[in-house]
């Protein structure tokens, strides 16, 4: 893939990921806490695709989401910066699962903004370190 191929998928993908977060602020701000988590999470997942492209990865077909967050945690050697938001992907990942498996979930008013600030503040980031 050429650069700037890489560069207008990476784009799309946080174009998304922005999509993604302004449906959280307002599934949050109606108390569907359960469905903003799933719509931050996968707003946390695009931005992270989009860092693996801008990296030279190769998206396959196979992809799914446990090999996303392996590469991305091998990224973090090379942007130190982004460590924070690893745990905050993890937290995701857990919620999410948890939601979808069990239709349980602990979190209110206060945990899902918390997460979705922190993926704001993580597109923000990935914006700037590409030039996005």
Partial sequence: MKEKERKDF???YIETAEKR???ARLLLESNYFDDAINRIYYAMLYTIKALLLMTQYRERDDEDEDLIRDLFFSRLETFPKLRKY???FDQLHFQR????????SFIDYNDVE???EQTEEFISEIREIFNL
Avoid at 97 to 104: E, F
């Fill in 97 to 104: 699962k948890l939601i979808d498996l069990t239709a349980m």
């Fill in 21 to 23: 977060l302004e449906a």
């Fill in 10 to 12: 990476a784009k799309h």
């Fill in 114 to 116: 918390d997460v979705l």
């Fill in 86 to 88: 690893a745990k905050t």
